[in-house]
């Protein structure tokens, strides 16, 4: 595998090549299966596969979850060295910003008004900023993204098509731990104990798809609200029922696999996300 810590370098690099199909994953490191679950479909489908690790101050909205992000870069060169990645990118914030340079701001098309966007403002003009700087590095042909983190999906295939890429935007499906919490870098942050309890957010998702039948939404959302009101040590933030292209808000369930339930919490000073497309 071979690294490059300069955008110039690994630009040179990729035109020196022949007609390679690019896959890029982009990362911010204290990789899990996650991630691996994306380099191998990306390794699958492609000839040439770029990973970046690089954790992007713009999309954070505070500075204490931006400064305990965890760092795992050895690791986390053994794990793609494992696997067969082609090249690694792992830049210093100035190779991609400019002195004082900001998040550009986005028009998302009506994606960005709710649920990450409206608990952490600027999100997503951070993760676009960055995104359209990596894309304008790599060229990649397909980018791979987890369903993990759907509305950042959602808005990174809108940012394409705004854009007039010729990207493919790829989803992988969430991969989860043995008690069903969605893998996340933040979960290294997650004390044994709330390790285990964060599995309620996967069980609440599961317990409305099983019950979405027997009850209306906001039945569902009161029981889940009543639940989570009942742990010390965790917080709801939102559950939202939603279309999963949209992400409009819904009143009943659709019957053509349309419906996501998103869902994120605090569990101790940790924050999670999560969700459930059915």
């Known amino acids: 595998m071979l690294i490059f810590n300069t955008k110039n370098d690994l630009s040179s690099y990729l035109s020196s090549l022949t007609d390679p199909l690019i896959g890029f994953v982009p990362t911010m490191g204290a990789l899990h299966d996650g991630h691996l679950a994306l380099l191998r479909k990306a390794k699958k489908q492609c000839s040439l596969v770029v990973c970046s690790i690089f954790v992007n101050h713009t999309q954070f909205d505070s500075k204490e979850d931006f400064n305990s992000y965890p760092?795992?870069?050895?690791?986390?060169?053994?794990?793609?060295?494992?696997?067969?990645?082609?090249?690694?990118?792992?830049?210093?914030?100035?190779?991609?910003?400019?002195?004082?340079?900001?998040?550009?701001?986005?028009?998302?098309n009506g994606l960005d008004p709710q649920m990450e966007a409206k608990f952490r403002k600027g999100h997503f003009d951070g993760v676009a900023t960055i995104i359209e700087k990596f894309f304008n590095i790599i060229k990649p042909h397909k980018a791979y993204f987890g369903q993990k983190d759907l509305q950042q999906l959602l808005v990174v295939k809108q940012l394409t098509k705004q854009l007039n890429l010729p990207i493919e935007i790829v989803s992988v499906p969430t991969i989860r731990e043995e008690n069903g919490l969605a893998m996340s870098s933040r979960n290294k942050l997650l004390s044994p104990k709330h390790l285990e309890t964060a599995s309620m957010l996967y069980k609440s998702l599961e317990f409305c798809k099983a019950n979405k039948g027997n009850f209306s939404i906001t039945d569902l959302k009161n029981r889940i609200k009543t639940q989570f009101s009942e742990q010390l040590e965790v917080d709801l933030e939102y559950l939202e029922f939603v279309n999963s292209n949209s992400l409009q808000t819904i009143s009943v369930f659709k019957e053509n696999g349309d419906n996501a339930i998103c869902i994120a919490a605090f569990v101790g000073r940790v924050r999670l996300i999560d969700n459930i497309i059915f």
């Open 71 to 108: 760092n795992t870069l050895s690791s986390d060169i053994t794990k793609l060295e494992k696997i067969n990645c082609d090249l690694l990118y792992v830049p210093d914030v100035s190779d991609l910003y400019a002195i004082d340079e900001k998040a550009k701001h986005f028009n998302f």
